[in-house]
């Protein structure tokens, strides 16, 4: 299947950041999502919950939709089945779409129906399938789903809340990947980034790097999204 065209421009800008809509101050969320756009930021991830794969139940397709902004929209699915929930999501306007390999016995099904599907901002633009591993998941689950993911994201924290200590093996899984995949797919890790570890983070070799509460403290998303970028050049 073919890979997604967003997945050239991606690359060409790595390593960037995908900031956590979570932890933003939702009363103002407007005005907080213009200013990360003025900091350069592309990417606005939303981490969907739904209380069965991860302890917090969180948001759906309507809050993803309701979201008008110029960033492309990176979804992670931290749910079970997911493959039915496709459709909605894509309708909703996400670009990336991340399953967990550990939440379906059928991951190839589901990211080979995610390739099929038609991006609803852009038809030109395709869908980025992304395919996530928990920290206790070998990377050698990846392997029979060569050819179906366009990234892999490595979580750095168990799922399921913020806050959490950022697990130093991660680093050594990045690695491992970045030699195994080379520029076949991208990566993308998220969980427990700061302003201390995202530059040694994108030195592994990763593509993406999800932040949240580092830039969303309540007080200067601005001035964070612009120290997180800084930190990763």
């Known amino acids: 299947m ?3 065209p967003l997945v050239d421009r991606l690359r060409a800008s790595a390593p960037q950041i995908s900031v956590g809509v979570l932890t933003a101050d939702w009363m103002t969320l407007g005005s907080q999502l213009r200013l990360i756009e003025g ?3 592309d ?3 939303f981490d969907v919950m739904d209380g069965v794969f991860c302890p917090m139940l969180t948001m759906g397709p309507p809050v993803v ?3 008008k902004t110029r960033l492309l929209k990176d979804v992670h699915l931290m749910i079970e089945d997911p ?3 496709l459709d909605a999501f894509v309708a909703a306007g996400a670009d990336i779409i991340t399953v967990h390999a550990e ?3 059928h991951s190839h099904r589901v990211l080979q129906a995610l390739g099929r599907m038609t991006n609803a901002n852009d038809p030109h633009r395709g869908i980025v399938r992304g395919i ?3 920290p206790g998941t070998p990377l050698e689950v990846l392997e029979p789903l060569a050819g179906e993911f366009d990234m892999v994201l490595v979580l750095a924290v ?3 809340w913020s806050g959490q200590k950022f697990i130093a093996s991660t680093c050594e899984r990045v690695k491992r990947l970045r030699e195994s995949l080379g520029d076949t797919a991208l990566i993308c890790v998220d969980g427990g980034v700061t302003r201390d570890n995202i530059g040694n983070i994108a030195r592994l070799g990763a593509d993406i790097i999800v932040t949240g509460s580092a830039v969303f403290d309540g007080k200067t998303p601005l001035e964070n999204a612009k120290a997180m970028q800084g930190a990763l050049r």
């Open 2 to 4: 073919a890979r997604a």
């Open 39 to 41: 900091a350069g930021v």
């Open 43 to 45: 990417l606005l991830h």
């Open 65 to 67: 939709a309701g979201l």
């Open 83 to 85: 493959l039915s929930k």
């Open 103 to 105: 939440s379906t016995r």
């Open 132 to 134: 996530a591993l928990n």
């Open 158 to 160: 168990n799922p399921g």
